[in-house]
């Protein structure tokens, strides 16, 4: 089988050519992990594989709560998206604990 006209990402069960002994083998990234990539699959789809890249992380928000605990979170965005089968993206938003201090909270009951 040869993955010449086609390379997919992830696990996609539709992107496979005929084999040996009329059995599939595939050409989605995924097959790599099961083990029934056809022979061709990693000269012609991992040439032509991209990796995800992600932009700067951007600022911390304010804490969620302005008195006591709460969360902080920020988010950074993809600048190019995987393709042929190449790197994932990394996580695109992280998220901490805070302490609320507003100056009101000293005078709350």
């Keep these: 089988g040869s ?14 050519a005929p084999g040996a ?3 599939r ?6 097959c790599q992990r099961t083990g029934d990539c056809c022979q061709d699959y990693l000269a012609t789809c991992r040439r032509a594989a991209v990796g995800c890249a992600v ?3 951007g600022p ?3 804490c969620s709560s302005p008195c006591g605990v709460g969360s902080r979170a920020r988010s950074r965005q993809v600048t ?3 393709r042929h089968g190449g790197d994932p993206c ?3 938003k992280q998220r901490r604990g805070c ?5 009101i909270c000293g005078t709350a009951k």
Aim: aromatic letters at 12%; charged letters at 20%.
């Design 80 to 82: 190019v998206p995987p």
């Design 55 to 57: 932009g700067p992380w």
């Design 21 to 23: 002994r009329r059995a």
């Design 3 to 16: 993955c010449r006209h086609r390379c997919c990402p992830g696990r996609n069960n539709a992107c496979w």
């Design 25 to 30: 083998c595939y050409c989605d990234s995924y």
């Design 90 to 92: 990394p996580d695109l």
């Design 99 to 103: 302490l609320g201090q507003h100056p």
């Design 60 to 62: 911390w928000s304010g």
